[in-house]
């Protein structure tokens, strides 16, 4: 069965920090990647996403990610993170052969100001 | 704000009961998927409507049931309420073709159901 692990399940950081976030998955077939983030009180909303083409993807409020498919990998980036990207992290995997996501356990990441 | 409604926001329920969960997708899409969301876990997949039929399945039983309505709005049916089914319950509209998702979901706020 298909899975995708989160390494980190709480982070603290304090503001300015740089950050990253591993996301592994098991699935040997072409996939398109994904990372939401839920912030406190608030619904799953998409940070970036990787369907082809260049592995490094930018997203939303200065955040990037890269796709490395010999290792299964696609880790989350920021070089410096604010109080405001304090948030729930979810790695998603959505193969082709399916219309399934499947969703990592979570990272729980908090900002010091 | 995604465009996706979802109701109720809270619930609360005993073993044995049934509940109804209700979603509205985003304007423009056809395809809703239903996933549960346990706590400290991410979100598992239930099952996806495309044009009003189920169009993929997750490992979850048959008291766990669906519909697809003709403007693309949807319902979850659990009957038989166990304790485990206590959880966030959270619809995601997309835009499918021919059933197969072409890109991100778009999610609602969820409904949390409680069972005692």
């Known amino acids: 069965a298909q899975s995708v692990s989160q390494h980190n399940h709480h982070v603290i950081l304090s503001e300015a920090a740089s950050l990253e976030l591993g996301c592994n998955y098991s699935?040997?077939?072409?996939?398109?990647l994904f990372w939401y983030v839920q912030y406190p009180g608030q619904h799953l909303q998409l940070l970036l996403k990787?369907?082809?083409?260049?592995?490094l993807v930018k997203g939303i409020k200065g955040f990037e990610a890269e796709f490395i498919k010999s290792k299964f990998s696609f880790n989350l980036r920021k070089p410096s993170v604010q109080w405001s990207d304090t948030a729930e992290y979810f790695c998603?995997?959505?193969?082709?052969?399916?219309?399934?996501?499947?969703f990592g356990t979570g990272t729980s990441l908090t900002v010091i100001p | 704000e995604t465009g996706v409604t979802q109701s109720p926001t809270h619930l609360i329920k005993t073993r044995g009961q049934q509940v109804t969960l209700r979603c509205s997708s985003q304007?423009?899409?056809?395809?809703v998927s239903w996933y549960q969301q346990a706590l400290g876990q991410g979100p598992q997949f239930i099952f996806q409507?495309?044009?009003?039929?189920?169009?993929g399945r997750g490992n979850f039983p048959p008291r766990f049931s669906g519909l697809q309505f003709p403007n693309y709005s949807s319902e979850l049916n659990v009957n038989a309420l166990e304790l485990d089914d206590s959880a966030l319950y959270l619809c995601?509209?997309?835009?499918?073709?021919?059933?197969?998702?072409?890109?991100?979901?778009?999610f609602g706020e969820g409904s949390r159901l409680t069972v005692l």
């Open positions: 699935y040997g077939g072409t996939v398109n």
């Open positions: 304007s423009g899409h056809n395809t």
């Open positions: 995601a509209s997309s835009w499918g073709n021919r059933g197969r998702n072409t890109g991100e979901l778009f």
């Open positions: 409507y495309y044009r009003e039929e189920e169009n």
């Open positions: 998603a995997v959505n193969p082709h052969d399916g219309n399934q996501f499947y």
């Open positions: 990787y369907f082809s083409g260049d592995p």
